[in-house]
């Protein structure tokens, strides 16, 4: 797999090097550290599971790409749902951070459980928690 992939390492160098020089002139350390991201993000993010799926595990990559796509989808609704939820919430510190700490529990759990609650995986995570907590609460 390395063969198919040995000079991918070039083109996220340059492009690492290009946005670090573009981007840390205006922003400083962040913009060295956003060029990092965007380098890696349009070179090995997507070529990297490519490779591996498609040559070294014989799987179709459209696979992995569209399920990335959901999760990516759960985890910005989940976070401009918190955003918009705890903006106006103004307490002293120890409570706004318990308010707050229990709002993002159930719109992370909830939006979590609206999408995936028909999946093997999350039937599998459900079973294996109800296995455990019966068994430490529920003595025989």
Known sequence: LFRHGRYMVLFTAFFNLLFSFVLGSHYGIFGVLLATSIARLITNFWY?????????????????????AKYLFVLLLSS????????????QPVLNLIIKSVICFFIINGVIIFFFHKTQEFNKIKNMLITIF???????
Do not use: A, E, R, W
Not at 59 to 68: A, D, E, G, H, R
């Open 48 to 68: 990297d599971p490519y490779i591996v799926l498609k040559l070294g595990l014989h799987q179709n990559p459209q696979l992995y790409l569209s399920k990335f």
């Open 80 to 91: 401009i749902l918190i955003y918009f939820s705890t903006m106006f919430l103004h307490f």
């Open 134 to 140: 019966t068994s430490i609460f529920v003595k025989t």
